[in-house]
């Protein structure tokens, strides 16, 4: 029986135990936490956004970053292999706008249950409060063993660094199987924060403070070139945006080259379309219907029909049309001017928020030195990656816990 020891207790790692236990391997599962599975219990809210509904092509276009690296595990293990496994041990799924699966239970522990639950049965013994401080070789490239922060080692024939990234360090996501990597040789590439709330000096953002907005459209444009779009759900904060699709736009920014400098430069905008559904013509149609409506009313006063109470003073400044004008003083130019706040609200974007509050990492252990097939490393005989460690991250959706699931299965049964 072969001896495989998995350093990292989150998703990627538990389900590296899973497929390891059930081709037979003894299994120990080295976690630093107190218990497995703490940042799997705040995914989705709390809720766990366990994978998505699409099809796996969709997978790869949703990975902004080397999606053909998982071309194969995705299809060892997929999505509807990961909610048969579920749906097994009595968690029963649901799919949500956006083609979301969750728990129906909307709870997070139930999938973490159903995995620990799968793991007692397969007899994984899992060490908690327990730190990897090195992987032992044999000095020919080969893995002998894992030795603990306590000073004592465990034997193993094959290990799975599933350590995560560096984002939400208080689960235990600290970058420590970078260190662990790099010390056997591995090349780490760039660390950054991806899906990250992103940050503005615009007062506006400070007067929406609180405000969500659904349903909306954003382009992400770096140097007058759009990078992204998207259409969805987005929150107005302290510091700037947030909200799911502002999140995915981060990926790209992150991802451009000399960003630093050209943020320093003041060359990027979020812009917002508030009202997708309808072009130029069609709201300034329905402007004019509203304004028919309420032509005695001041202009301040004729907006509520059309936009939150919040966002009323803001597009009114953003139009400089005087709020106590008639609704039929109003010329066509200043309409005109509405229409184009609605269709093209901008907000100038400086920077993001750091790493610890980024849902995933974006950058890891360089892919050029793993076999895709297998997930075993190039360098060293039996050293296997899953997870958030490898240099691959995707968008919202699920679509990184999937990640997690299909290099963890694929790590464990190699």
Request: glycine share 8%.
């Amino acid at each position: 029986m072969r001896n495989t020891v998995i350093i990292g207790g989150g998703p990627a790692g538990l389900m590296a135990a899973i497929s390891s236990a059930k081709n037979g391997d003894k299994v120990t599962i080295i976690e630093k936490m107190n218990s497995c599975g703490k940042k799997l219990l705040i995914t989705g809210k709390g809720r766990c956004n366990i994978t998505n509904n699409a099809q796996m092509d969709k997978f790869m276009e949703n990975t902004p970053t080397n999606p053909k690296f998982l071309y194969g595990v995705f299809n060892n293990f997929t999505n509807k292999d990961m909610i048969e496994l579920l749906e097994n041990e009595g968690v029963k799924t649901k799919v949500e706008r956006g083609e979301r699966v969750f728990p129906v239970s909307d709870r997070a522990q139930d999938v973490l249950e159903a995995l620990l639950h799968i793991l007692k049965k397969q007899n994984v013994q899992i060490l908690t409060n327990t730190t990897a401080k090195r992987i032992i070789t044999d000095g020919e490239k080969n893995v002998l063993g894992v030795e603990l922060d306590n000073g004592k080692e465990i034997k193993a024939d094959k290990i799975i660094l599933a350590t995560g990234g560096k984002s939400y360090p208080v689960t235990g996501s600290t970058g420590d199987g970078y260190k662990l990597a790099k010390d056997l040789g591995h090349t780490i590439t760039k660390i950054e924060p991806s899906l990250v709330p992103l940050t503005s000096h615009d007062e506006v953002c400070k007067e929406l403070q609180g405000l969500s907005l659904r349903n909306v459209a954003i382009q992400l444009q770096i140097c007058d070139k759009v990078v992204y779009k998207d259409f969805g759900e987005m929150l107005f904060t302290h510091f700037g945006v947030s909200g799911p699709i502002v999140l995915s736009a981060s990926s790209y920014l992150v991802k451009t080259k000399n960003i630093e400098q050209i943020l320093k430069e003041g060359k990027v905008e979020l812009e917002i379309d508030l009202k997708p559904a309808l072009s130029e013509e069609k709201l300034d149609a329905r402007i004019l219907r509203d304004f028919e409506e309420q032509k005695n009313k001041q202009f301040k006063n004729s907006l509520d029909k059309l936009l939150p109470q919040k966002l009323i003073p803001v597009i009114i400044e953003k139009t400089n049309i005087n709020e106590s004008k008639k609704i039929n003083e109003i010329t066509k130019q200043e309409r005109q001017k509405l229409v184009n706040e609605l269709k093209h609200f901008k907000i100038s974007i400086n920077g993001t928020r750091p790493i610890e509050e980024a849902i995933v990492t974006s950058g890891g252990i360089n892919i050029k030195e793993i076999n895709p097939k297998t997930m075993e490393s190039k360098l060293i005989n039996g050293l296997y990656f899953a997870g958030e460690i490898i240099d691959v991250d995707c968008l919202t959706g699920g679509y990184n816990l999937q990640v997690a699931w299909s290099t963890g299965y694929t790590a464990g049964i190699s």
